[in-house]
């Protein structure tokens, strides 16, 4: 029976022109073994028809490299070491007209395989294959040889992995044969290449060349204008992730830029002279927080399709290209506007006031964050446990931004340009060290007020079990599942209200959040409603408190965080947005942002400081251990704004990545008819 339903047909998902030149160095090479066989073999007088194969591994398209060749043996020779089953392989350009299944068993039969014998046959040009064993393998049931071509062989032809396809077909079929285990979770090491068998199925093994490729297109993707829907709908899927997510962390730099400079601005012209650049900035920041909507609903646990996945990407795109557009159109004007030059000497002085002013709360802070380490254990105090040192790394990189400043425009004119780079990099280094120390001051609120309210919590979840003992009955198993889970909450929250007061306030609240959503259905009582408003400024503040710690952490550190961060942290402001909207008139719904608010954030500031982490490890000994001011103006994203800053500034693009042309063709989808025998099956990729 086929091991797969056909699919409908897709583009492409490799780059065509590449293709075309290798196989077009390869007509030669088919022409003249065309003619070796006329003259050799009558069996083979078509190049592309059925034929006796001369061994297991056939290869007359050139596909395989000699590693690749023999990684495919290992594997092969596997499954005959362990159940007997001789896996016979070919590649060729074409069936010759036939379609996959019958050149298949044509093939077969040419070449005498018997009742121990598998065929894969692939034709690597017309993107066709099939998967054919006789009726003798009966270990296989049809549902095992279903998820071998659905799960293990076709998605890896799909990414031209053609060693990968024939050495997912063995490591399936050996598994479906091993007595008791069936498609079972185990690990084949063959020949370096690595093939993991799961619930699902293979998961491909992947070789360094598809790596490469895979960051190859990367590159060329980054050419591609965010308005060429054509070239991007080419590109594989997982290029077009990839790039997606390096377009949201791109626009958020440009964002993060540009709203610095707006408020700079703003501060020195005033609301009445930036309102046309704040209602663009404005428009920009909603363009990107819809792409980054789009982002999380990709990284949730409901699927999509792959081309709701891809439509979805595009959209990301598009999107930031619009934000970018939308920024860049006021950047002339806003230059018009703000000729740091022309008043170098005043702002100079002023942010000099300014680094004095920064530089005597050292010492306040430095205190402040020594008490705390008193008070709170370092898990508590993570994400500010090194803000003073890197305030100070700031300060110091200002301190010479300010230098080289003054030495600019002492220079004759039309020399003093560098003047701008070190003013636009002092008041970010300034503006950062402002908010590192802000920081600190955040964390003793915020953990203060957790500990001060954490007992009220605790006591309102403990009421809520209490409540859901009486309406078991009307609650059912849903009710009984969140009961044990906020009481298992409950003993968390005891255990580290010590040590993580927080974190446990954040914990308790969640619990309580859902317990009484549970109730409310199984209740249908006023009574819970009123609560729900009674508390929900409690979590709304333990929202707040959240993303303000994540926002601080990854605004200070924005040159080493990635998307995932980016896209939690945006996703959680705007639930919080709505819990704060809705407070006076849906206090459920309301409690239910504050919520995913919360939990959002907190994902978000583990993912950076994870990211922070990694990046530490590559540049400096240890986080806020020295490296240097550049290497904290780097972590930070001065160093890159005050060079490529895209934002407001004179010359450039406000926000821009720049764009260009090019196309590639999409992805081709599997499908089509099937041949004889008990595996069997094949199609289209």
Same mark, same amino acid.
Request: net charge negative; glycine share 10%.
């Given at each position: 029976?086929?091991?797969a &339903? ?6 492409s998902s490799?780059?065509?022109?590449p ?22 073999? &009558?069996a ?31 594997a ?12 016979w392989?070919?590649?060729?350009p ?6 996959a299944?019958?050149w ?23 993107r @066709? ?12 049931t ?14 890896? /032809?799909? @990414? ?27 690990? /084949? ?6 093939v993991?068998?799961g619930a ?7 070789r ?27 590109l ?31 501060g ?5 002279a ?8 404005d428009?920009?920041k909603?363009?990107?927080a ?6 999380? *609903? ?10 709701q ?16 557009? @939308? ?23 002023a ?6 002013? /920064? ?33 100070e ?6 301190? *010479? ?9 002492a ?9 701008v ?12 060290a402002r ?9 003793a ?20 079990i ?6 078991t ?50 209740? @249908? ?5 009123? *609560?729900?408003?009674?508390r ?8 707040q ?6 926002s ?7 040159g080493?965080?990635?998307a995932?961060a980016r ?29 995913a ?11 950076a400081?994870?990211d922070?982490?990694?990046?530490e490890?590559r540049? *400096? ?14 972590l ?7 060079? /490529?800053?895209?934002?407001?500034s ?36």
């Open positions: 029976m086929p091991l &339903p056909r699919l409908e047909q897709t583009p490799r780059p065509r022109q293709r075309a030149r290798r196989f077009a160095a390869l007509g030669a090479v088919s022409a003249l073994l065309t003619l070796v066989a006329i003259l050799f073999s &009558p083979i007088a078509a190049a592309d028809a059925p034929f006796r194969l001369p061994g297991q591994i056939t290869d007359t398209v050139g596909v395989l490299d000699a590693d690749q060749q023999s990684d495919v043996q290992a092969i020779d596997q499954l005959y070491d362990e159940h007997k089953v001789r896996l392989v070919v590649y060729v074409d069936f010759n007209g036939l379609g299944g019958p298949a068993d044509q093939t077969a039969q040419a070449s005498s395989l018997g009742d121990r014998d598998a065929l894969l046959a692939v034709a690597t040009v017309d @066709e294959y099939a998967l054919i064993a006789p009726d003798g393998l009966s270990e296989i049809s549902d095992e040889a279903e998820s071998i071509r659905v799960d293990a062989v076709e998605p890896a /032809l799909r @990414e031209e992995d053609w060693a990968g396809g024939a050495i997912a077909a063995a490591g399936g079929l050996g598994d479906a044969m091993t007595p008791g285990e069936g498609m079972s979770v185990r690990t /084949l090491l063959i020949g370096g290449g690595v993991v068998v699902g199925g293979v998961v491909l093994y992947s360094k060349k598809k790596h490469d490729r895979t960051r190859a297109g990367v590159e060329a993707a980054r050419s591609i204008s965010p308005e060429d829907t054509a070239a991007l709908t080419a594989p899927l997982p290029t077009l992730d990839e790039r997606a997510k390096e377009v949201l962390v791109e626009t958020d730099d440009a964002l993060r830029t540009s709203q610095e400079e707006l408020e700079l601005a703003r020195e012209f005033g609301e009445q930036t309102a046309s650049f704040t209602a663009a900035f428009t920009a909603a363009t990107l819809a792409a980054f909507t789009v982002r999380q *609903r990709l990284d949730d646990a409901i699927p999509e399709t792959p081309q996945q891809r439509e979805m990407l595009i959209d990301i795109i598009t999107s930031c290209g619009r934000a970018d557009r @939308e920024l860049n159109e006021r950047v002339q004007e806003f230059d018009g506007l703000r000729d740091l030059l022309i008043n170098a000497p005043d702002r100079l002085d942010l000099t006031r300014d680094m004095v002013a /920064l530089t005597v709360r050292i010492p306040d802070s430095t205190q402040t964050l020594a008490t705390l380490q008193t008070e709170f254990p370092a898990a508590a105090l993570a994400s500010v446990a090194h803000n003073v040192t890197m305030a790394e700031r300060l110091a990189f200002a301190e *010479r931004a300010v230098a080289d400043g003054r030495d600019a425009i220079l004759p004119p039309g020399k003093q340009g560098p003047a780079s070190a003013i636009r990099g002092a008041e970010g280094a300034l503006e950062q908010t590192l120390l802000d920081a600190v001051d955040h964390a609120e915020n953990i203060r007020h957790a500990i001060a309210t954490l007992p009220a919590a605790i006591a309102d979840v403990e009421a809520g209490a409540a859901a003992a009486q309406f009955e009307q609650g059912g198993d849903r009710l009984a599942s969140v009961r044990a889970a906020a009481e298992a909450a409950l003993a968390a929250a005891r255990t580290a209200a010590d040590t993580d007061p927080l974190g446990s306030f954040t914990q308790i609240v969640t619990a309580d959040a859902e317990l009484d959503a549970v109730l409310a259905e199984a209740q @249908e009582s006023r009574q819970q409603a009123e *609560r729900a408003q009674q929900l400024e409690q979590d709304i503040v333990a929202a408190s959240q993303v303000t710690a994540a601080d952490f990854i605004g200070t550190r924005r080493a965080v990635g995932d896209t939690r942290l945006t996703e959680a402001q705007r639930h919080l947005a709505g819990a704060q909207q809705l407070r006076a008139t849906d206090a459920s719904r309301a409690l239910q942002h504050a919520q608010a919360a939990g959002l954030a907190a994902d978000a500031l583990r993912l400081q994870n922070v982490s990694r990046w490890s540049q *400096r000994p240890g986080p806020g251990s020295g490296g240097g001011n550049a290497t904290g103006a780097i930070g994203g001065i160093l890159i704004d005050s060079i /490529l800053r895209g934002g407001f004179g010359g450039g693009n406000w926000g821009s990545r720049g764009s260009g042309g090019g196309r590639s063709s999409g992805p081709r989808s599997f499908g089509g008819p099937s041949s004889s025998g008990r595996i069997s099956g094949g199609g289209r990729f």
